[in-house]
């Protein structure tokens, strides 16, 4: 009796134990981050993605980073801060928001060929305004000439062609006159209260009229009203996982002011991944202790829309290492596109997405559902693997620069070796020999990819 009521009460404690917080006690590698990491089938599937796509859309795309005539200098979706424009004037914008030549099926097409498995879509930004006609604000696409949502068409959309879709929400909001950035006062405390409770009721109407959206990503949390006030993060955090069970959210909804992994009163990390890696990766060869996803920009710091692009912008070529470093150290990879007012994506943007998407659909395996390496980090390029079909595991050797010996080394015992070819043609082996008893060498193909050649390594069991 006492045994089964001992049982009885491990099995209901193990039912209700939140699974997104299981510390290993296993040493931390690339293939298994060591700090409260989920092993659900929503967060494999979230890590199995690798690569997504962030878009930045609101009124600051109308401003294109222009006010009155004059460039703006700073991130444009930040305009309304930068040139100093009150909340009414600005409010403004919507009337000239008219989307006309949004297509979320061409979106949809675009995305899906660029190689990438999730798009995370800015709902509301910093700004205030939504994609969608909430109804807990006139602030919203149905406002504008446009009239429509502007949400709910994508997930169909991108669901259908196989891609996630995740929710950026902005805890800051320079509309609602709720909003504090400090709580100064009682009255302060009354109205931040209320805005804590808005924020609630759109989330809710967030998940529950695209219940698809199995992830959300938060942002904008360093206010001090909010972040001085930790226990806003823990009951929203709460709240989430109440109204959808299984939802994967990122660490920025914690209070921190890094963005990095921040923890709450019970010690726990916030969130389910470090969203922190901001323009910036690990450093190379470095084991985060948490699931994370790096996001970056094609200019220097521009998420949202603007006209003119002065300086250096990335292309395929300084794109594809970072994804291919993200998923050797174990985390996702975002690039970020700012649509036009129109609601098409300019040349640079397109031409980002057709040369990822012409490497990703040769070399994809190098990427998606793989694990880092536990290699460490070679000169040459990075390292994947993940198990392979027929038992062992398959290693990925994604060379972006050449070795001017031709080859490359690895800690592999010949006799394991059962295949090595290059990924974008199988049919094209790639010569192992025996160097020493632990190592092999193999022979590196002579016409590489412009971007970068992916040598497949299957080791048996
Ligand atoms: C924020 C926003 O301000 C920005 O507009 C954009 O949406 C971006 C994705 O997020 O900017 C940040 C947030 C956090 C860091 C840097 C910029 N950080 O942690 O280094």
Request: glycine share 8%; aromatic share 12%.
């Amino acid at each position: 009796m006492t045994k089964h009521v001992l049982f009885t009460t491990v099995v209901f404690l193990a039912a209700i134990a939140p699974t997104n917080h299981v510390v290993s006690a296993d040493p931390p590698s690339p293939a298994k981050p060591a700090l409260a990491t989920r092993d659900d089938a929503a967060m494999r599937r979230w890590r199995a993605n690798r690569f997504g796509l962030f878009i930045h859309w609101g009124l600051y795309a109308v401003a294109g980073g222009q006010w009155q005539g004059k460039e703006i200098a700073g991130a444009a979706e930040w305009i309304q801060t930068y040139a100093n424009i009150p909340a009414a004037e600005y409010a403004k914008l919507a009337q000239q928001f008219n989307p006309t030549k949004y297509d979320p099926q061409a979106w949809a097409r675009m995305i899906r060929k660029m190689g990438v498995r999730y798009v995370t879509i800015t709902t509301k930004h910093c700004e205030g305004f939504c994609l969608w006609d909430s109804k807990f604000t006139d602030f919203n696409i149905a406002a504008t000439p446009y009239g429509r949502d502007l949400l709910g068409p994508l997930v169909k959309a991108m669901t259908a062609e196989g891609v996630d879709v995740h929710f950026y929400y902005s805890i800051i909001d320079w509309h609602h006159p709720d909003y504090r950035a400090a709580i100064l006062s009682p009255d302060d405390r009354r109205a931040f209260d209320r805005y804590f409770e808005f924020m609630k009721n759109q989330l809710r109407e967030l998940l529950m009229r695209y219940p698809e959206v199995g992830t959300l990503w938060f942002d904008g949390q360093w206010d001090a009203s909010y972040c001085e006030n930790p226990e806003y993060a823990e009951r929203l955090e709460a709240f989430l996982r109440k109204v959808k069970p299984g939802i994967i959210i990122n660490n920025r909804i914690g209070a921190g002011l890094s963005g990095n992994v921040d923890y709450d009163a019970a010690g726990r990390p916030f969130g389910d991944y470090n969203a922190g890696y901001e323009r910036i990766l690990p450093h190379a060869g470095s084991v985060p202790l948490y699931d994370w996803e790096a996001g970056m920009t094609l200019p220097e710091n521009q998420w949202g829309y603007r006209k003119v692009w002065t300086g250096h912008f990335k292309t395929a070529a300084e794109l594809a290492p970072m994804l291919a470093q993200c998923a050797s150290q174990g985390g996702n990879f975002m690039i970020n596109f700012g649509p036009k007012p129109d609601g098409t994506f300019r040349e640079e943007e397109r031409a980002v997405a057709r040369d990822m998407g012409r490497w990703m659909k040769l070399n994809g395996a190098a990427i998606y559902g793989t694990r880092g390496s536990t290699f460490g980090q070679p000169r040459w390029g990075f390292i994947t693997e993940k198990a392979a079909a027929a038992g062992g595991r398959t290693i990925y050797l994604t060379i972006f620069t050449k070795p001017a010996s031709n080859s490359i080394k690895l800690a592999v015992p010949r006799p394991r070796v059962r295949a090595c070819y290059r990924l974008d043609n199988p049919r094209e082996t790639c010569e192992v020999q025996e160097d020493g008893p632990h190592r092999v060498a193999i022979a590196i193909p002579a016409q590489l990819d412009p971007l970068a050649t992916v040598i497949a390594l299957e080791v048996k069991p």
